[in-house]
C-alpha cells in the first residue's frame, strides 16, 4: 500500500552475534513502540535476511514530513536513552541511516517482503524532473501481480537528527550516502517467486539509470563498485 505521510527513516544495519537475541526482544517490546509513540510517526516496517552478506536488518519509520524526525520529543528521545538502549546500541555494525522525503509512493496492499535499493543521482540531473520522467516506469512496476507496492524517496541528511546520545553508543556510521532509494513490497511466496522480484529489481535498476542518463557501460557495476548501488537483490522477510 502507499506509504503513510510524506517522509521516512530508513535504516540497514548488522548486530554482532552476541547481542542478536537481545537485539531483537529489545526491538519489539521498547524500541519500535517507544518511536511509535512521538507524534507524527505513522507506521513501521521491520525486515531480515540472514542470507545476505551484510546488513541484514533493515528498519522504515513513516512519518508526517520530514519535521516529524526533527521533533522535539523525538530528539528528547534520542537524547536520553533508555538503559537497555544502553545495552544493545554497541551491537550495531554497519550501520546507515537516512530521512527522506517521498517522490512517489504507491500500491494496494501489504507484502510480506520488500527490495530496496539505493544510489546516488548523476551529476546535473534535477531531483523533480527526474522524479516526473520516471513515474511512468513504476507504475508499470507495480503492475506485476507479485508487487504490492512501489515508492521512491530522496535523502535528505538535514533532517536525520545529526549527532545525539543515541548515536554515541553505536560505532561510528562509514557506510557510502546515497541520494536516492526504491522500496518495493511484494507478496509472501516460494523461493521461486523471491528469486522472480529479484529480478524485477535489476529491471528497474537498469531502466531507471537509463531514466536518470547513466551511460551504459557504467549503470550498475561501476555503481556497485564504487559502493552507491546496494542491489543483489537486496530483500527481507519483512517481521
Given at each position: ?193 523471491r528469486g522472480g522480484i529479484g529480478a524485477l529489481a535489476w529491471a528497474l ?35
Open positions: 500500500m502507499a506509504l503513510k505521510g510524506s517522509a521516512f527513516i530508513i535504516m540497514w544495519h548488522d548486530i554482532a552475534p552476541e547481542g542478536d537475541a537481545e537485539y531483537n526482544h529489545w526491538h519489539t517490546r521498547q524500541h519500535m513502540p517507544e518511536r511509535l509513540d512521538h507524534p507524527g510517526f505513522r507506521r513501521s516496517r521491520r525486515g531480515i535476511n540472514r542470507d545476505l552478506p551484510r546488513q541484514i536488518y533493515f528498519t522504515c519509520y513513516e512519518g508526517d514530513g520530514l519535521e516529524t524526525f526533527l521533533s522535539p520529543e523525538y530528539l528528547a528521545s534520542l537524547n536520553g536513552p533508555t538503559d537497555w538502549t544502553r545495552s544493545v546500541a554497541p551491537h550495531f555494525r554497519n550501520f546507515l541511516r537516512m530521512a527522506c522525503t517521498v517522490l512517489h509512493t504507491s500500491g494496494r496492499g501489504s507484502g510480506g517482503g520488500l527490495v530496496t535499493a539505493r544510489f546516488e543521482l548523476p551529476t546535473g540531473v534535477d531531483e523533480a524532473a527526474m522524479a516526473e520522467r520516471i513515474q511512468p516506469l513504476l507504475r508499470r512496476y507495480e503492475d506485476h501481480p507479485a508487487v504490492t507496492a512501489v515508492h521512491l524517496a530522496a535523502a535528505r541528511p538535514d533532517f536525520a537528527g545529526g549527532e545525539t546520545s543515541e548515536t554515541g553508543l553505536r560505532p561510528p556510521m562509514a557506510e557510502a550516502p546515497f541520494a536516492l532509494a526504491t522500496m518495493d513490497y511484494y507478496w509472501r511466496g516460494t523461493g521461486h517467486v535498476a537498469r531502466r531507471l539509470l537509463f531514466a536518470l542518463g547513466v551511460p551504459e557501460h557504467a549503470r550498475l557495476a561501476a555503481l556497485a563498485a564504487a559502493g552507491l548501488l546496494a542491489l543483489h537483490p537486496v530483500h527481507w522477510r519483512l517481521a
